[in-house]
């Protein structure tokens, strides 16, 4: 049974307390056969059959819909549904509530239950309001093993405050209202956080044309391109000796540097790329292994996470803070992004990822910004081979990504003012989040002082629920009779 606690004590004046059943059924539907299904709509086939997964939100989607023959109409009236019906999951997508709003005639699939008043004295869209403060309740007493099933029986058995006719009306204008300005908001909350995500890749794009730092550069008139290529290469023939790297790939676009910066290739930065572990983790162990899906916004989350406790595994794959790991194999979209490695919980890395191995000249935060740059994104969707929802990029094609080389202390200040920018982007989402976290939570506050009675003012002049109730019983009673003595083949009124 599922329980309802939004029965308050003391009702409202006019208020009447019944129950479900006193005042509406649920109609199942019917099991269509898939060969009178057609996807596209027609003359022939124009009848769209509504299925518990297009219930989405507070609308039904027919994007998907399949069509059933034009005369299934007349032929299945038992199952049809009209303008402001409202539906409701049964199985497997339980709970889900829905308001029919197209003016055009629809037929009801089996699991797909359809809330019936016994008259037209309840507001269709009041009840469906109702039924959202309880949906939370609906799914949790689900039964069944796998695919969850509710039953009608405990639907009907809930109770409910009916107010009269006229204050129905009046919450429902009332709700209506709020909830527009309350969308309003949300909207526009929403459109500036999508803002900031383009600002964000702005920021990247600014930093690495090396207009963030002009100011910087005019003052410190000492750097030019010579010294730093000067001591990179002493810091490279430290650290790497004369091997050789590769040079740029050709196929890849580059834009004008400042005068004092230079193209190069991720291989002349790098002292040779590495692959993470191809063996199997397990969920507990010593020391954590870090996957693609760890990297989340140019860093690690520790979420989800994988464990070895294999010595010769931990010794050759671990992490140092610093270290810069590319993500080479993902869905074609996520493939290429890139995360920075602070060495506060001990990992390794595994197989689809790739450590940079930057030489020290190299800041570690500058080569992860630039890897996540609507450049290096660029590059990535030229490098990139595509398979089966996957995209991979290898060591070897990384190797030959152009690379903006600038001075040590110069990086640092594009760091700097990367970092800068962002964290007013961070603070400003995160006071998005937590707004759009209390817009839902006003949703349901609306919504329980509305069927508690405290969100309109009580008329004393409307007819009281309890003779409305009166009629509602009366028309049920006659509902009852007449389907004893004319039942139809197939007509259910209600789930078992």
């Known amino acids: 049974m599922i329980s309802n606690n939004s029965i308050t004590k003391t009702l409202p004046?006019?208020?009447?307390?019944?129950?479900?059943?006193?005042?509406?059924?649920?109609?199942?539907?019917?099991?269509?056969?898939?060969?009178?299904?057609?996807?596209?709509?027609?003359?022939?086939?124009?009848?769209?059959?509504?299925?518990?997964?297009?219930?989405?939100?507070?609308?039904?989607?027919?994007?998907?819909?399949?069509?059933?023959?034009?005369n299934y109409l007349k032929e299945y009236s038992d199952f049809l549904i009209q303008k402001n019906d409202v539906l409701i999951g049964m199985s497997g997508s339980i709970g889900k509530l829905c308001i029919y709003q197209h003016d055009f005639p629809a037929l009801q699939n089996q699991r797909t239950g359809l809330i019936k008043t016994y008259n037209n004295e309840i507001d269709n869209k009041f009840f469906w309001l109702f039924l959202q403060t309880i949906e939370t309740k609906l799914m949790s007493g689900s039964k069944g093993v796998g695919v969850q099933n509710i039953s009608s029986n405990d639907i009907e058995d809930i109770e409910f405050s009916l107010p009269p006719l006229s204050e129905q009306q009046r919450i429902v204008a009332k709700i209506d209202s709020l909830f527009s300005e309350l969308e309003n908001g949300v909207t526009m909350l929403k459109t500036i956080k999508a803002q900031l995500a383009i600002y964000r890749q702005a920021v990247f794009k600014w930093a690495f044309e090396g207009k963030l730092t002009e100011e910087w550069r005019h003052i410190n008139t000492n750097e030019n391109q010579e010294n730093t290529i000067r001591d990179m290469t002493i810091a490279r023939d430290m650290e790497v000796g004369k091997e050789k790297y590769k040079n740029i790939d050709q196929e890849f676009p580059i834009y004008e540097l400042p005068k004092e910066w230079k193209w190069v290739s991720i291989g002349y930065i790098s002292k040779g790329v590495s692959y993470g572990t191809s063996s199997k983790s397990s969920k507990k162990g010593k020391v954590v292994v870090l996957r693609m899906g760890n990297i989340q916004n140019g860093t690690f989350v520790y979420d989800d996470l994988a464990y070895t406790s294999n010595k010769k595994e931990i010794e050759k794959y671990q992490l140092h803070e610093g270290d810069v790991l590319f993500n080479r194999t993902n869905s074609p979209e996520l493939v290429g992004k890139t995360a920075l490695y602070n060495g506060s919980i001990p990992s390794i890395f595994a197989g689809y990822l790739i450590r940079l191995n930057q030489i020290s000249y190299i800041n570690a935060s500058y080569l992860t910004y630039y890897l996540n740059s609507p450049h290096a994104r660029e590059c990535g969707n030229i490098?990139?081979?595509?398979?089966?929802?996957?995209?991979?990029?290898?060591?070897?094609?990384?190797?030959?990504?152009?690379?903006?080389?600038?001075?040590?202390?110069?990086?640092?200040?594009?760091?700097?003012?990367?970092?800068?920018?962002?964290?007013?982007?961070?603070?400003?989402?995160?006071?998005?989040?937590?707004?759009?976290?209390?817009?839902?939570?006003?949703?349901?506050?609306?919504?329980?002082?509305?069927?508690?009675?405290?969100?309109?003012?009580?008329?004393?002049?409307?007819?009281?629920?309890?003779?409305?109730?009166?009629?509602i019983k009366a028309e049920k009673a006659a509902v009852l009779e007449k389907q004893k003595k004319t039942r139809k083949r197939g007509k259910i009124w209600s789930i078992n």
């Open 383 to 471: 490098a990139k081979t595509d398979g089966v929802n996957q995209s991979n990029i290898n060591g070897t094609k990384l190797s030959t990504y152009p690379f903006p080389l600038c001075s040590k202390s110069e990086q640092q200040a594009i760091v700097s003012a990367i970092e800068s920018r962002l964290s007013v982007c961070d603070k400003l989402e995160q006071t998005i989040d937590q707004t759009l976290a209390l817009s839902a939570s006003l949703r349901q506050s609306i919504l329980k002082k509305a069927f508690e009675g405290r969100l309109v003012p009580q008329d004393p002049n409307d007819e009281p629920a309890e003779k409305l109730l009166e009629r």
């Open 13 to 70: 004046q006019g208020w009447k307390k019944c129950k479900f059943s006193d005042i509406a059924t649920i109609r199942n539907g019917y099991a269509f056969s898939k060969n009178d299904f057609s996807r596209e709509q027609n003359h022939d086939n124009g009848i769209p059959l509504i299925k518990q997964t297009q219930l989405d939100g507070n609308k039904v989607d027919l994007s998907k819909a399949c069509y059933l023959p034009t």
